[in-house]
């Protein structure tokens, strides 16, 4: 204990230096942010507010990444809790900061830019470290941070048995790093370093227990399928460094209206700028956020620690696609073909997982489905231009996503690492607290009315509605078919888990007990920000007029939907709401009274058709991998490893090199022979036949045969 | 000039122990010594074909006799008189280029050359094929000298022949002067021929690579082996030397003192060896295993020089073969530079199977031979100072090239 | 100023040559290096080996002085006097040279001479 309390000591005082250092750093950036008074006093006030804030900003930023170096290197110095109460502590630094700003952002929304130091400059592109927070990032910011404290908060009880907590911690703090620098990024390559970094974070912690197969598996899957996304996203960027000339933010999104209607030429196909950069983006969204086609990820990646998934693949690192499509949407407005695209695939995604989630057994992998539902929500939310909502949505979803899963985990903790719903039930009056959480998340998912899911969904909904475009018509039927199906499998998901009788050993349910403080705490914060979030925060995110987004998205005026949205009939407003609250009651019904029943689904062939079909995730595993997988896997090892790799490459190459170099060797040591004869006739040899090569070009004259008798 | 002295002294401590031991410590060896390095010395600062040939000549007469200079041994009079009838052969082809030269324009001096042949009213057909066969013998007969292929023939076997110091002095010092006087009257009187003396370094330097390393590679025997690398080295200069740009003309020399330096530590090794063995003990190149075993540290530093010589990348060697790539590829010659890769691969190959007989090779059958051997090296001071010098240079001259490059920055200033 | 119709031709050669132009001497010149060269080649014996290159020595020589009387300045004939000296230098070398390896072998035969092939 004295060497984690001097640890501790030392932790302070570097935190002393780092405010000290980045104090007298901001020196140096004397951006004019608010100069309006002439007082004197007021000015250095202003200038200490100014300083004192660079200093919150870098806070924000490097506290996780101190955190994580700690326990990450010095783990097994400062000990398990040392390492766990460090890296929470700084991420409370930097989670406390960001809502001091999102909250002062409600009074002024000032958004702050600057630039620390050049990071590359090749002939004309130039790249800095630099930073830029404003509304949007805020948001994201609060959302980011407060999950990722209360996840290790309730990580530190969650594993607190597993050897290798410190590394565990050391990766979420990294990961919360990651996460950071890429919504503060203030040009894409930036962004890039920070989602390349969360992707590989999420990889190490799907990976955490790396001696599971199935966690191998996910774990190879999700960071492979990603890099189909990122490999778009980075042809993306490539695409508008060659139209635009540059990668930052600023310059890129105020040069988009000249680069309507322009196209450039890639082989012989014409390619309109915009669309064409929009869509790649949009790949690299769909990649992260796990919309349809790229989506398979997501639901394998339950195969991490529950926290985990609470934090990256609820309320994290999915939403880096969306606050993608959210930060570019200056660029992306300016194509209402890719809004289309986005919309479609949104509501399509909506649907399928929704359906998906209907069928499936594992407790945490109805949840992993129901945030892809919500993503498909937030994505067609972007699609049709409604992005505050989206963001509204994506930070709901955050607070009651990331409170089913750490609820799921507090049952799987307590029941002793059983994820089949069918195996557990009749919790609920053993596990009252966490049953209690588990029904504000799901009525909150659900879209219950008044709590923090009913607000978003409803506007996206209506904001879908109000385009009143076929895309926009599609969304919103698909997406209340969703909501009927979210609201089903949630209380479904409660019903086997919690209502029904108990279906498991005797001997787990002997030894259950509610969890620990340090897994309870996160669970009251998250239901009290699903219960609230919504309501207090709808008026300044979503509320007509509201300037609390000013710049940070743009809404091109011929796609703003918000206000047809606002004045719809009511019977369409009311139809989202209806339709959840109608799967609720069917819901309960059905499994309530006519369980008996539900025999017949596996009984009739074409029930059981559709039972396959939504259990098995409609084939879509099945069809990548014959499809692809091992046409892929067939076609490499034929021909470009046997073909080209062992074969023409080896060939020319180190085979090819290696023997004729022996060959040469031996008949050059042969015509080494020792006889002076030998030496000198290789020699005239040479010089009879290189003069013939200078006399070529010159035409033949007495000279010539002169030199050829002197050579002779 | 002082390149050349330093380099000589260099090489005669170097050979010290072994010429105490081999007894011809005579008064003799050491005049024609400094006879030679005297004519060496001189040659880059001939401005005229006479003086070039004069120079020329005492320096290969001197050479032929140091060659043969250990009169009881066969292997040093064969090697003697091989290098005897080559030399005697290369200056007949010098001395005809002058002559054709001399026919061409009617002056020997290269100052009255330069203007000459800088006016372009000055030739017609006639001139210009004398002066093609004029340059391009004296290049034959120059190529003979720095064992440039396909005239290196002479070489593995003067090396091999003769005495190890002698081998030593050969490798070491003349090679920097003759090229410089090579590239001197290149760039100074024939300048517009650039076209045609680029075209012909080329292919010198390609016939270079290819010989040189192809036969290096199965050489067994260590002096042999040292002729092909040199080359191969020499291939590499003047693949640089044919950019005719200023940039490569320093880095010709700047190779040149790398490869001086590399090969005063190599072979004041294979002296010591020589010296410490009760028989010829560096004659193969498989002598050399397990010298880690028996001294660790000169077994590591000549791993170090190896490496250099190799071209591994901290190292000096690497530095060398690198500027020499940079600039044929700043010429533009993608193919050249290909080739240059090619072949620094191969060459990189044969010193690293050098480096596994120093540290690895256990599976040497006779293994008797160790025991004839005393089981520690003992080094004189002389001797220590030369080979960690040359290590010295040879190892961290490409972390702090500039005094190199600068000299060979004046020189390169020098030539035009 | 060279000019073909001066090497082959009959006409502009400087009086005191006679009859005889630029082109004779180096005929004789040139049949003189051929020689040696061919002689170079052919034969086996280090001696005659040797006097071929001497050959090739004088045949450049020849070229020389007669291009020097053709410029009419003295470099050629000069150098060839250095030419001469040089090459009584090496015959002595090589005499030495040969002496030696009679002693040794019993043979001036350059085909005997092969121990340091490989």
Known sequence: ?712 | ?416 | MIDTALIVGQSGFPDPMGGLTLSHYLFVSAAMMAIGLIGFMSRRNLIIMFLCTELMFQGAGIALIAFSRYHLNYDGQTFVIFVLTIAAAEAAMALALVVLLFRRRESLSSEEWSELKG
């Open chain 2, 1 to 416: 000039m002082l390149t050349v002295i330093a380099l000589s002294i260099f090489s005669l401590i170097g050979s010290y122990a072994y010429l105490q031991k081999n007894y011809f410590f005579s008064f003799e060896y050491f005049f024609l010594f400094i006879l030679a390095v005297f004519s060496i010395a001189g040659l880059p600062y001939c401005f005229d074909f006479i003086g070039v040939y004069l120079f020329l000549e005492l320096q290969s007469l001197i050479f032929y006799t140091l060659a043969s200079f250990n009169r009881t041994s066969s292997f040093s009079t064969e090697a003697g008189v091989k290098y005897f009838i080559i030399g005697a052969f290369s200056s007949g082809l010098l001395l005809f280029g002058i002559s054709l030269i001399y026919g061409a324009c009617g002056s020997l001096n290269f100052e009255v050359l330069r203007v000459l042949l800088f006016d372009s009213n000055f030739y017609n057909n006639y001139h210009i094929i004398l002066c093609f066969f004029g340059l391009f013998l004296i290049f034959c007969s120059f190529c003979f000298k720095i064992s440039a292929a396909p005239f290196h023939f002479w070489s593995p076997e003067v090396y091999e022949g003769s005495a190890s110091s002698v081998s030593f002095f050969f490798a070491v010092v003349p090679k920097i002067s003759l090229l410089g006087t090579l590239l001197h009257f290149c760039s100074f009187a024939f300048f517009e021929f650039s076209f045609f003396w680029e075209v012909l370094f080329i292919i010198f330097a390609f016939f270079s690579f290819s010989f040189g390393s192809f036969s290096a590679v199965c050489q067994k025997k260590t002096k042999k082996f040292l002729a092909f690398s040199s080359v191969t080295h020499v291939g590499f200069i003047i693949a640089a030397a044919s950019t005719h740009s200023f940039s490569g003309m320093t880095n010709v020399f700047f190779y040149l003192f790398i490869y001086s330096f590399l090969s005063i530590s190599f072979w004041s090794f294979i002296t010591f060896l020589n010296a410490q063995c009760f028989f010829n003990r560096s004659s193969f190149l498989a002598d050399f295993f397990l010298v880690n075993k028996q001294n660790f540290l000169l077994g590591g530093s000549l791993g170090l020089v190896l490496f250099s010589i190799a071209g591994i990348p901290p190292l000096s060697g690497f530095g060398a073969k690198f500027f020499s790539f940079i600039s044929v590829v700043e010429n533009g010659s993608i193919f050249l530079s290909f080739i240059i890769v090619l072949f620094a691969v191969i060459s990189c190959f044969y010193y690293l199977r050098v480096v596994k007989w120093v540290f690895f090779d256990t599976s040497y059958a006779n293994k008797g031979m160790l025991y004839q051997c005393k089981p520690f090296f003992s080094i004189s001071f002389f001797e220590s100072i030369t080979f960690t010098s040359g290590l010295f240079f040879s190892c961290f001259l490409f972390i702090a090239p500039h005094f190199f490059i600068l000299i060979s920055h004046r020189i390169t200033l020098a030539l035009f």
């Open chain 1, 1 to 712: 204990m004295v060497v984690e309390k001097k640890s501790v000591v030392v932790f302070y005082k570097s935190l002393f230096c780092f405010f000290y250092f980045f104090g007298q750093m901001s020196e140096r950036f004397k951006v004019p942010v608010l100069k309006t008074g002439k007082n004197n006093i007021l000015r250095k006030f202003e200038s200490c507010f100014v300083r004192l804030s660079y200093s919150m900003f870098f806070s924000i930023l490097f506290f996780p990444f101190l955190g994580s170096l700690f326990a990450g290197f010095f783990g097994r110095f400062v000990g398990r809790k040392g390492s766990v109460f460090l890296s929470t502590f700084s991420i409370f630094i930097s989670c406390f900061f960001s809502w001091f700003f999102f909250i002062s952002s409600f009074y002024s929304p000032i958004s702050f830019h600057f630039v620390l130091f050049p990071w590359m400059s090749v002939s004309s592109l130039f790249i800095y470290w630099g930073f830029l927070f404003d509304s949007l990032t805020y948001v994201i910011l609060i959302v980011v941070t407060s999950v990722s404290l209360l996840v290790h908060l309730y990580s530190s009880s969650y594993i607190e048995n597993d050897p290798h907590l410190p590394r565990f911690i050391s990766y979420l703090s990294l990961f919360t790093f990651f996460m950071l620098i890429l919504i503060t990024a203030d040009n894409f390559i930036q962004m890039f370093v920070g989602w390349e970094g969360v992707g590989l974070c999420s990889f190490l912690l799907i990976n955490f227990w790396f001696t599971r197969i199935q966690a191998n598996k996910a774990a190879i899957k999700a960071i492979f399928i990603n890099r189909i996304g990122d490999y778009g996203l980075a042809l993306g960027i490539f695409a508008l460094y060659l139209a635009v000339g540059s990668v930052d933010y600023a310059i890129v999104f105020s040069y988009v209206p000249f680069l309507v209607q322009n196209s450039f030429y890639f082989f012989i196909f014409n390619f309109d700028i915009v669309s064409c950069v929009s869509l790649l983006i949009f790949i690299g969204a769909v990649g992260k956020s796990a919309q349809l086609s790229l989506h398979t990820w997501l639901p394998d990646a339950i195969e991490g620690p529950t926290p985990v998934s609470a934090l990256i693949h609820a309320a994290t690192i999915v939403t880096a696609g969306v606050f993608l499509l959210a930060r570019s949407s200056p660029f992306i407005e300016y194509s209402s073909f890719i809004l289309n695209v986005i919309t479609f695939f949104g509501a399509s995604t909506a649907l399928f997982a929704a359906t998906t989630g209907l069928l499936q057994n594992d407790l945490k992998k109805v949840i992993a489905y129901s945030t892809c539902s919500q993503l498909g929500y937030i994505v067609f939310a972007c699609g049709v231009s409604a992005y505050h909502v989206g963001v509204f949505h994506l930070a709901n979803h955050a607070f009651f996503k990331a409170l089913l899963f750490l609820c799921a985990g507090s049952v799987i903790h307590a029941i002793g690492d059983e994820q089949d719903m069918r195996k557990i039930g009749g919790l609920a009056k053993l596990l009252p607290f966490t049953y209690s959480s588990i029904v504000i998340g799901s009525l909150a998912l659900g879209g219950f009315p008044f709590l923090s899911g009913f607000y978003s969904k409803d506007i996206i909904l209506e904001n879908a509605y109000g385009a009143f475009s076929s895309a926009g018509h599609f969304s919103f039927f698909i997406g209340s078919v969703a909501a009927f199906c979210t609201s089903f499998y949630s209380i479904r998901l409660l019903y086997l888990t919690f209502l029904s009788p108990a279906n498991g050993f005797k001997k787990r349910f002997e030894n259950i007990h509610e969890s620990s403080f340090a897994i309870s705490f996160p669970l009251v914060c998250l239901a009290f920000g699903s219960i609230f979030f919504g309501f207090f925060i709808k008026d300044s995110f979503i509320g007509l007029g509201s300037s609390f987004f000013n710049q940070s998205i743009f809404i091109a005026p011929f796609h703003l939907n918000s206000f047809s949205g606002e004045f719809l009939p009511s019977h369409i407003k009311l139809f989202p709401s209806f339709m959840a609250i109608f799967g609720m009651f069917s819901s309960f019904l059905l499994f309530n009274l006519f369980r008996s029943e539900l025999v017949f689904f596996k009984l009739n062939p074409y029930l059981r058709f559709f039972y396959t079909f939504f259990n098995k995730k409609w084939f879509f595993d099945k069809f990548y991998v014959e499809i692809f997988g091992q046409s892929g896997l067939s076609f490499a090892f034929q021909h470009t490893y046997s073909l080209i790799d062992r074969g023409f490459f080896e060939i020319f190459g180190p085979f090819g090199i290696s023997n004729s170099t022996q060959f040469f060797s031996i008949s050059f040591s042969f015509l080494s022979s020792g006889h002076l004869y030998h030496y000198l006739f290789s020699i005239l040899i040479f010089i009879f036949s290189f003069s013939f090569f200078i006399l070529s070009p010159f035409s033949f004259s007495p000279i010539f045969f002169v030199l050829i008798f002197f050579m002779m």
